[in-house]
């Protein structure tokens, strides 16, 4: 080989070096974005306190953040989102029943946000007066729960205890003349002061700077149906990334998170 055909095929040897380590760069900086829909406490603050590990792994974690309970499911059911994570199945259950193309599949329980009723004028039930003003969510699935609650203290009795999807119809008494106001869920925080006794969905809550535990005049116990799910579609739900994050929302570091930062007013659920 001649000197001149030397230096040609040196260049092109180390051109096509460069090329391969640039090429290797780019892949080991290469990452699969999920974008996920999150309510901003305590959803929002688990994926954030995750959102690390799961970039040493290849998963560039987006969080969209929004303060109601209809836009995360109705995004990702228009593919505009690859998932959510702020519902429980009764929930799910009751957005599917009016959305027919729903593409939304639970892939893993989180914890418990334990349901409580709250009062800025009453220390104790018993002092709830007659007529009482009671403000409840709005939603199918959370004014069935809140109805159970309030089932459960005696407040009210319903034709089955244990249906979740129970409504004001199913009311067979109301020794307190119970009034009620069905409001959003979000807004219920706001109107704490108007009325005598809200039930309040908890992360509302601890966005009001209510504790759960030390603030409600009662509270459900762990033993729940309402385990906030993250949500997949239908189409994803089997991707590395999805799986890459399961794994890490059920970690015993998310686990001693949710314990450690919300002292009971959120729980584990697995």
């Given at each position: 080989?001649?000197?001149?055909?030397?230096?040609?095929?040196?260049?092109?040897?180390?051109?096509?070096?460069a090329?391969?380590?640039?090429?290797?760069?780019?892949?080991?900086?290469?990452?699969?974005?999920?974008?996920?829909?999150?309510?901003?406490?305590?959803?929002?603050?688990?994926?954030?306190?995750?959102?690390?590990?799961?970039?040493?792994?290849?998963?560039?974690?987006?969080?969209?953040?929004f303060?109601?309970?209809?836009?995360?499911a109705?995004?990702?059911?228009?593919?505009?989102?690859?998932?959510?994570f702020?519902?429980?199945?009764?929930?799910?259950?009751?957005?599917?029943?009016?959305?027919?193309?729903?593409l939304?599949?639970?892939?893993?329980?989180?914890?418990?946000?334990p349901?409580?009723?709250?009062?800025?004028?009453?220390?104790?039930?018993?002092?709830?007066?007659?007529?009482?003003?009671?403000?409840?969510?709005?939603?199918?699935?959370?004014?069935?729960?809140?109805?159970?609650?309030?089932?459960?203290?005696?407040?009210?009795?319903?034709?089955?205890?244990?249906?979740?999807?129970?409504?004001?119809?199913?009311?067979?008494?109301?020794?307190?003349?119970?009034?009620?106001?069905?409001?959003?869920?979000?807004?219920?925080?706001?109107?704490?002061?108007?009325?005598?006794?809200?039930?309040?969905?908890?992360?509302?809550?601890?966005?009001?700077?209510?504790?759960p535990?030390?603030?409600?005049?009662?509270?459900?116990?762990?033993?729940?149906?309402?385990?906030?799910?993250?949500?997949?579609?239908?189409?994803?739900?089997?991707?590395?990334?999805?799986?890459?994050?399961?794994?890490?929302?059920?970690?015993?570091?998310?686990?001693?998170?949710?314990?450690?930062?919300?002292?009971?007013?959120?729980?584990?659920?697995?």
């Open positions: 080989m001649s000197s001149i055909s030397k230096r040609k095929f040196s260049l092109l040897l180390a051109s096509s070096l090329s391969v380590a640039l090429f290797g760069a780019a892949s080991a900086h290469a990452a699969e974005t999920l974008t996920i829909a999150a309510s901003p406490v305590p959803h929002a603050e688990i994926l954030e306190f995750i959102k690390p590990q799961l970039a040493k792994q290849g998963v560039d974690l987006k969080i969209k953040v303060t109601d309970y209809i836009q995360p109705v995004q990702v059911n228009e593919k505009h989102l690859d998932g959510n702020f519902l429980h199945q009764p929930y799910l259950d009751e957005f599917k029943k009016s959305h027919k193309n729903d939304e599949v639970p892939i893993a329980k989180v914890h418990v946000e349901f409580a009723a709250y009062s800025r004028k009453y220390k104790k039930v018993a002092d709830l007066p007659n007529g009482a003003t009671v403000a409840i969510p709005n939603d199918p699935s959370n004014s069935g729960r809140a109805l159970l609650l309030l089932a459960k203290q005696g407040l009210l009795k319903l034709k089955d205890p244990t249906n979740i999807s129970a409504t004001k119809k199913d009311i067979i008494d109301n020794p307190k003349n119970l009034k009620f106001r069905e409001l959003e869920a979000a807004t219920l925080p706001r109107v704490l002061d108007q009325v005598d006794l809200a039930l309040i969905n908890t992360n509302y809550a601890i966005e009001a700077k209510l504790n535990v030390k603030d409600s005049l009662f509270i459900e116990d762990a033993n729940s149906p309402y385990a906030n799910l993250l949500v997949a579609r239908e189409d994803n739900k089997n991707s590395d990334a999805f799986k890459k994050l399961v794994v890490a929302l059920n970690s015993p570091e998310v686990k001693k998170f949710i314990e450690d930062k919300y002292k009971g007013a959120v729980v584990p659920a697995f």
